[in-house]
């Protein structure tokens, strides 16, 4: 049973656009929410992370928002670039006793210059 | 070393042949952790360490894996008997304090392929 829910699997944006990808969760105790970029023959990277208690962070041209009553976040990319063509991961983590990081199936962004 | 590194890049091995994967973490890194990503997947949680204790093993899927940091640094991943539905990437992730919101820095993977 997949955790976290991930869409769409991959996502096409011209130049200057903005690309959205979503996330869904169920359980409730998890309290980070973190999103990682890959690009292709490297390890994912830390872009972006939020904690319940706020309901949007930005970081430059990137920003979470965070819905917890449905449960979902979504990572927005203002002004996509070319050099922005990754994967995306979203993923959730309960910090108690119990530290994975589990993981959404990725969306791969291609930016149309 | 500047970044987590891990070794070999690629690994190609026959049905039933043990195998070892080495993840040498930050500097200093208190937690290490190592997670399989099959491809199209986003990576999946197999096991953590904090200094050269194990603290969670439950994401490992079976006896013929298992994982060791004996002096608090390099982490070594052993396989036996490697089946084909082993074969995907394996990284490695550190962090530094050990708390459990610290960033996670990954690795370059170790490719795996069981013939």
């Known amino acids: 049973q997949q955790q976290v829910k991930q869409s769409p699997q991959s996502l096409i944006v011209q130049k200057g656009g903005i690309s959205i990808i979503n996330c869904a969760y169920e359980?409730?105790?998890?309290?980070?929410f973190p999103w990682y970029q890959q690009f292709p023959g490297k390890g994912p990277a830390l872009l972006i992370a939020?904690?319940?208690d706020v309901s949007e962070k930005k970081e430059g041209r990137f920003t979470i928002s965070f819905n917890k009553s449905a449960k979902q976040f979504s990572l927005h990319i203002m002004d996509s670039q070319p050099g922005d063509s990754a994967t995306y991961f979203c993923?959730?983590?309960?910090?108690?006793?119990?530290?994975?990081?589990?993981w959404g199936l990725g969306t791969s962004l291609a930016v149309n210059p | 070393g500047a970044g987590v590194s891990q070794s070999p890049r690629y690994k190609v091995t026959k049905r039933g042949q043990d195998v070892a994967l080495r993840c040498d973490p930050i500097?200093?890194?208190?937690?290490l952790y190592w997670y399989r990503q099959a491809l199209g997947q986003g990576p999946e949680f197999l096991t953590y360490f904090n200094y050269e204790a194990q603290q969670d093993k439950s994401g490992l899927p079976n006896d013929r894996f298992s994982a060791e940091r004996p002096e608090g640094s390099i982490s070594t991943l052993t396989i036996q008997r490697t089946e084909q539905r082993d074969s995907a990437m394996y990284r490695c992730?550190?962090?530094?304090?050990?708390?459990?919101?610290?960033?996670?820095?990954f690795g370059p993977g170790t490719r795996l392929t069981v013939l």
């Open positions: 359980n409730t105790a998890f309290d980070y």
């Open positions: 992730a550190s962090s530094a304090s050990g708390r459990a919101l610290d960033e996670q820095f």
């Open positions: 500097s200093g890194h208190v937690s």
């Open positions: 993923a959730v983590i309960y910090a108690g006793n119990n530290r994975k990081l589990i």
């Open positions: 939020i904690r319940p």
